[in-house]
């Protein structure tokens, strides 16, 4: 569209020249004075920078003037025209560059929108996965067995109790302990009593430990699982 614009402003210009210059040629010659001797030299300016060209004393162009008038106006003409086409020539160039600008703008935003699209779903892909850790650190804290310092010593002293009988009175004595809570109010009381037989357990001795879980797995395989599974779970605070 602006190359249109340029050639039909060009194509006016040159038009608009060549009708001013046709019509200076065109233009008839002044009529001379009656008092020769007072008569000035006329001139004529042409397009060349102001070359004057006398007239005859008859007030006529010979035509030697009219062909030298005449190639002068040609000559500025291919000037203009010269000129035009210069200029013609740099709009072209200019808008070639900005469509090759705007090429590369396309090209840069295309890579960018993708850019945004890869950390849009990496976003969301980590925003998952922190919500799971974060489930995942919840179920440990609900499973994990604390152990604070004031009950600390309480269960050291049961645990030395436990280590100075058998082992099936031992697991007896902490099957016992599982069941009472087990006949409580709900699950809560369930896992209360499932803690306290573990943490009695965790402060036996190794040697004792062992006897009594041996012990467990032949009366009370599932409990005995379940209590070495909670053995890991255990955590002092």
């Known amino acids: 569209m602006i190359k249109k614009i340029i050639i039909i402003a060009a194509a006016g210009l040159v038009s608009f020249a060549g009708a001013f210059v046709l019509a200076r040629l065109t233009k008839p010659a002044p009529v001379p004075q009656s008092d020769e001797s007072k008569q000035p030299a006329v001139t004529a300016s042409d397009f060349t920078g102001g070359h004057v060209l006398p007239l005859p004393e008859d007030g006529t162009m010979s035509a030697t003037d ?44 295309s890579a960018l929108q993708k850019d945004i699209e890869a950390l849009n779903n990496l976003q969301i892909e980590l925003t998952s996965t922190v919500t799971s850790l974060k489930q995942q650190r919840d179920e440990l804290i609900k499973t994990r067995v604390d152990i604070d310092k004031k009950e600390k010593a309480n269960l050291v002293s049961i645990a030395a109790t436990y280590d100075k009988m058998d082992p099936i009175s031992a697991g007896e004595l902490l099957t016992n302990i599982c069941k009472e809570k087990e006949q409580g109010s709900g699950i809560e009381e369930a896992d209360s009593g499932l803690n306290d037989a573990v943490k009695i357990l965790h402060y036996m001795t190794e040697r004792t430990k062992a006897k009594v879980l041996a012990a467990l797995v032949t009366a009370q395989p599932q409990l005995a699982s379940v209590l070495c599974r909670k053995l890991k779970q255990i955590s002092e605070i």
Do not use: C, G, H, P
């Open 66 to 109: 009219s062909a030298k008038r005449k190639a002068m106006t040609e000559k500025r003409l291919k000037s203009l025209v010269f000129e035009i086409r210069e200029k013609i020539q740099e709009y072209n160039n200019k808008l070639q560059a900005l469509e090759l600008q705007a090429q590369r703008l396309q090209v840069t935003r």
